[in-house]
T-cell receptor
């Protein structure tokens, strides 16, 4: 499985944008880029995913580099409820598995 | 959105007893469910993949005779921790894929916290 690399932690102030980076230099052409987040003492929650083009949904935006070797999850206005561990995961089209790395712990300050 | 429930949310048991954890997809049919384990301050570790009507596929290092998985219907999978010991104390989380969803998204349950005394 292709690996991802994320910073261990990041900090943000409330109502500011947050850019969470993810490197995946060994990504294959059929790997989707998925983002999940896990709030304290809860199961993970799907955030967004993409293949090649940038994606937007009600939770976040996903910016994918042209060479697909990196991506950035963008929270446009962080709230205290966005404090969580964010996981960037590559998912191959021919496997269901999610292999979680260590993720990025996002702290949001009022 | 799709909802996955787990029961119980937390359980305390004595060493040597067996504990069953249920995972249900409430508003969709899940042909595939997954079981994860998470120790404090660590990431989720995939234990096994459960397919409805067939045997589960276990990840390397996970004892299939200790962690029994049954996926008897399209909305229910169970994980039984047999002869539990204190080192099995952990946060167990299930997830499910909607059989109609081709986007590989997984929907996670809220988790079950197991404490073995």
């Amino acid at each position: 499985d292709a690996k991802t690399t994320q910073p261990n932690s990041m900090e943000s102030n409330e109502e500011e944008p947050v850019h969470l980076p993810c490197n995946h230099s060994t990504i294959s052409g059929t790997d989707y880029i998925h983002w999940y987040r896990q709030l304290p003492s809860q199961g993970p929650e799907y955030v967004i995913h993409g293949l090649t083009s940038n994606v937007n949904n009600r939770m976040a935006s996903l910016a994918i580099a042209e060479d697909r070797k990196s991506s950035t999850l963008i929270l446009h206005r962080a709230t205290l409820r966005d404090a969580a561990v964010y996981y960037c995961i590559l998912v191959s089209y021919n496997t269901d598995k999610l292999i979680f790395g260590t993720g990025t712990r996002l702290q949001v300050f009022p | 959105g799709a909802v996955v429930s787990q029961h119980p949310s937390r359980v305390i048991c004595k060493s040597g007893t067996s504990v069953k954890i249920e995972c249900r997809s409430l508003d969709f049919q899940a042909t595939t469910m997954f079981w994860y384990r998470q120790f404090p301050k660590q990431s989720l570790m995939l234990m096994a993949t459960s397919n409805e009507g067939s045997k589960a596929t276990y990840e390397q290092g996970v004892e299939k005779d200790k962690f029994l998985i049954n996926h008897a219907s399209l909305t229910l999978s169970t994980l039984t921790v047999t002869s539990a010991h204190p080192e099995d104390s952990s946060f167990y989380i299930c997830s499910a894929r909607d059989g109609k969803d081709f986007q590989e998204t997984q929907y996670f349950g809220p988790g079950t916290r197991l404490l073995v005394l």
